[in-house]
């Protein structure tokens, strides 16, 4: 489908719903993924493309070049949020990690608050839902500072019981430590995360969490009701979050 300049721009399942007969703007990702939209759109939900496009030349196409933030998949998904179309929710662990999660990167990159608010909306609703292992939303809890995400991962670990694979074999010891959890521990037990993610977390839910566990942990058992901890861990994060209040 050839625009109004010419070019031929070809319509995927990324930005289909994004060709508006009104547009006024060319916003083009950084794998070449062309989106027909609207300039106030981008500048009513972030200040980042507010203050591009005020000090810009009223070129009316926007090139993204960030291979990993901007690319055809996210922008798209960063739209549907924009023009009110449902978001689906993660369909695997790698979904949410490769897509959404690095929806929430790009949202925080363009300081898009609205966005940000829904996704994280989002967030809290498929983690008392998930059907994939929990703790890729206790470190968004942490990332976004929103203990209730944290504690519905919590919550909803006796149904998803999900355990670390372990390194490949060959693999070095430190890569293994960097990069891979201890095989056959529980993945939401921080102590057998991977390095790479352990470090992401915040002092205040790492504190939270092992006290939490400390806490309902009984001698000569193995096993953790994670629906306890869930509790404990809600409770010390509100007084936490009290104590930041004071």
């Not at 547009?23 to 062309?34: G, H, I, N, T």
């Not at 609205?114 to 809290?124: G, I, M, Q, S, V």
Request: charged share 25%; glycine share 4%.
């Amino acid at each position: 489908m050839p625009d109004d300049q010419g070019i031929e721009i070809v319509v995927n399942d990324h930005n289909r719903p994004f060709q508006f007969d009104d547009s006024d703007l060319r916003l083009v990702s950084a794998d070449d993924v062309v989106f027909n939209i609207h300039t106030w759109k981008l500048k009513a939900a972030s200040s980042v493309f507010q203050a591009m496009f005020e000090a810009g030349n009223g070129n009316s196409t926007v090139k993204l070049t960030d291979e990993t933030l901007e690319n055809g998949r996210i922008l798209s998904m960063f739209l549907k949020i924009l023009y009110g179309i449902h978001l689906e929710d993660p369909s695997d662990r790698s979904d949410l990690m490769m897509n959404h999660e690095i929806l929430l990167q790009f949202v925080v990159k363009y300081d898009a608050s609205a966005a940000k608010e829904h996704l994280t909306t989002c967030f809290r609703l498929w983690a008392s839902n998930a059907k994939l292992g929990s703790d890729r939303y206790f470190l968004l809890g942490s990332q976004l500072n929103q203990y209730e995400i944290a504690t519905a991962s919590l919550k909803r670990a006796i149904a998803v019981q999900s355990t670390w694979t372990g390194p490949p074999d060959g693999m070095g010891s430190r890569q293994a430590l960097l990069l891979h959890g201890i095989k056959n521990e529980r993945t939401l037990n921080i102590a057998s995360w991977p390095f790479y993610d352990f470090r992401k977390l915040s002092h205040e839910y790492m504190f939270g969490f092992m006290r939490a566990r400390e806490i309902v942990m009984e001698p000569n058992k193995s096993k953790v009701d994670y629906k306890l901890v869930a509790a404990e861990f809600e409770k010390i994060m509100k007084d936490l979050t009290l104590e930041d209040a004071n």
